[in-house]
């Protein structure tokens, strides 16, 4: 034999044993991928193509579907809900739309209530006592959470500075109780304001004006 072509041969002998059974399958697959006709190749990469593309628009798709999914509503119940005595300050630069003026009348008490377990503020409540009126205020910041007011019989209304005000009168022997309510946007203010002496309802309204101002 030539020793040339011993040679050779020994060496392609021993190139092929240090090849792992991984790579010559892979080698094997190149060889047969070569083979294919031009036009088979063509298919082959053509289908690549299309699944590299089908893929994306699925991502893509799957992306979008989580941005713009509707979001469940945030859930708040009673009894998670919990206060702490509050501050006048707090409240009004807690609240983006009205403010709250306490300096006609005793504020007997303060407290901001919040949600236990997200830490959100829900509602301030303000007692107020003055030497011919009392009244309670209810302000809810939170756009999210519905307080538990009771429906109004017989509504009338009364445009003042700033809002519309919707309120109810209760004729009792010895006072007069008005409750009512007034909106701005995402925040709603309670009121429940009882006259110890028959002033009437202008002292009602005025009463409410120097009370709660919109922002």
């Known amino acids: 034999m030539d020793i040339k072509k011993y040679l050779q041969q020994k060496a392609e002998e021993d190139a092929s044993s240090v090849l792992s059974e991984s790579d010559k399958e892979y080698c094997k697959a190149i060889a047969q991928q070569s083979d294919l006709p031009p036009r088979n190749r063509y298919n082959r990469k053509f289908w690549v193509c299309i699944s590299c593309a089908v893929c994306?628009?699925?991502?893509?798709?799957?992306?979008?579907?989580?941005?713009?999914?509707?979001?469940?509503?945030?859930m708040y119940f009673e009894d998670k809900i919990v206060s702490r005595i509050s501050a006048i300050d707090e409240l009004n630069a807690d609240s983006q739309f009205f403010s709250v003026d306490s300096s006609d009348s005793?504020?007997?008490?303060i407290k901001m209530y919040y949600d236990e377990e997200s830490g959100d503020k829900l509602y301030y409540r303000v007692n107020l006592d003055g030497f011919f009126e009392k009244s309670t205020i209810i302000l809810v910041i939170n756009?999210?959470?519905?307080?538990?007011?009771?429906?109004?019989?017989?509504?009338?209304?009364?445009?003042?500075?700033g809002y519309t005000l919707n309120y109810s009168v209760d004729e009792n022997f010895d006072n007069t109780q008005y409750t009512g309510w007034i909106q701005l946007k995402t925040e709603t203010v309670y009121i429940t304001y009882t006259q110890k002496?028959?002033?009437?309802?202008?002292?009602?309204?005025t009463y409410v004006q120097s009370v709660v101002q919109a922002k």
Not at 106 to 109: A, C, D, R, T
Not at 143 to 161: C, H
């Open 197 to 205: 002496l028959p002033l009437g309802d202008q002292a009602f309204f």
């Open 106 to 109: 005793v504020m007997s008490e």
């Open 56 to 74: 994306v628009l699925l991502a893509a798709v799957i992306t979008i579907a989580v941005i713009f999914a509707p979001k469940k509503p945030i």
């Open 143 to 161: 756009k999210n959470y519905t307080y538990p007011f009771d429906e109004l019989s017989e509504i009338s209304t009364e445009p003042l500075e």
